[in-house]
């Protein structure tokens, strides 16, 4: 059974940094994606990672703020988030897939986390 379970959101203030973390189980993937969605927006693309750890891709909304990362021993995808800034907060959801495809559409993805709240406090 496919499982990813995320944890670090919370509250911070802006201009501060957060990491959330997704750890995976179940079986291996060709990529790990994070996206975020705030109310009334449609599920926005955040970044992605394949599971080598060698290619990362980034939404245009935070090239150079954020950063994602895997610890292959731990099935463990990260989301470094640095310069928060208000319009960065939403619900931020971890997604899998063992497809390959368009790594900015949620539709590559077959598998997603519960979400999490990020919050950004001006």
């Known amino acids: 059974q496919v499982q990813l379970i995320e944890s670090g959101g919370g509250l911070v203030q802006a201009g501060g940094s957060l990491r959330l973390s997704c750890a995976a189980s179940?079986?291996?993937?060709?990529?790990m994606g994070w996206f975020r969605q705030a109310p009334g927006k449609e599920r926005e693309f955040v970044a992605a990672?394949?599971?080598?750890?060698?290619?990362?891709r980034y939404g245009d909304a935070v090239k150079g703020r954020f950063l994602i990362s895997r610890d292959s021993g731990k099935n463990t995808v990260y989301l470094q988030m640095n310069s928060l800034k208000p319009e960065d907060a939403a619900l931020y959801y971890c997604?899998?897939?063992?497809?390959?495809?368009?790594?900015?559409?949620?539709?590559?993805?077959?598998?997603w986390g519960q979400g999490m709240q990020v919050t950004v406090s001006s």
């Open positions: 179940g079986r291996t993937f060709t990529y």
């Open positions: 997604a899998a897939t063992y497809r390959y495809g368009l790594v900015s559409l949620f539709t590559t993805y077959d598998y």
């Open positions: 990672l394949n599971w080598e750890g060698t290619g990362m």
